[in-house]
């Protein structure tokens, strides 16, 4: 699976658009991008992924560069209960489902 | 809906003894398992995965091991513990494209 790169930390304005990045240059063509994130002492939560197109759902949108070198989750008024470990995990879609997690960034929103 | 447990929620074991922990997933069938582990100030470790009954797959070589005794259970295992084995242990289960994460053991070896 590709590895990515995320900014070790970010800080949001409560009410603001939170916008994570995430370099993923050596994904190839059937890699997915998955986002999840982890609020303190909890297990991961699922947030969207998306292969090209750009995707949305309830919590989040995903935005992916035409190259897919790289995407954007971006939480679009972010709350204090935002405030979390992102992490940006690429993989192949395949019968284990194994997620291999970095370090993820560590969104603060503040008031 | 589906619903994961896992016991205990935390745990204080003193160096060389054994450890168990379960987990179990109800509300759906042959699901993938999966154990983490989350050392302090630490990202997630993908320790163990099961695609089915008795099938387990080993990511790091280390002190644990785990079974699948049934459908629906994974249990983490160790012979004796170290203190290097300290951390929250996370169990998940895999559909489709989501992962779906337990509230997790808090483990302390002393």
């Known amino acids: 699976d590709a590895k990515t790169t995320q900014p070790t930390s970010m800080d949001c304005a409560e009410g603001r658009a939170a916008n994570l990045p995430c370099n993923h240059s050596?994904?190839?063509?059937?890699?997915?991008v998955y986002w999840y994130r982890q609020i303190h002492s909890q297990g991961p939560q699922y947030i969207i992924h998306g292969l090209k197109n750009n995707e949305t759902n309830e919590m989040a949108s995903l935005i992916i560069t035409e190259d897919r070198k790289s995407s954007t989750l971006i939480l679009p008024h972010a709350t204090l209960r935002d405030t979390a470990v992102y992490y940006c995990?690429?993989?192949?879609?395949?019968?284990?489902?194994?997620?291999?997690f970095g370090q993820g960034t560590t969104l603060q929103v503040k008031p | 809906s589906q619903t994961i447990h896992q016991w205990p929620a935390t745990l204080v074991q003193p160096v060389g003894s054994p450890l168990s922990l379960e987990c179990t997933v109800e509300g759906t069938s042959n699901p993938n398992l999966y154990w983490y582990r989350q050392a302090a100030g630490r990202g997630l470790q993908l320790l163990f995965y099961s695609v089915g009954i008795g099938q387990i797959s080993s990511e790091v070589p280390q002190n644990l091991s785990a079974s699948r005794p049934q459908d629906r259970q994974f249990i983490l295992s160790s012979k004796k513990l170290l203190l290097s084995d300290s951390g929250f242990y996370l169990c998940a289960w895999g559909f489709r494209n989501e992962q779906f994460f337990g509230p997790g053991t808090r483990l302390t070896v002393l």
């Open positions: 995990i690429v993989r192949v879609g395949s019968n284990t489902g194994k997620l291999i």
């Open positions: 050596t994904i190839s063509g059937n890699e997915y």
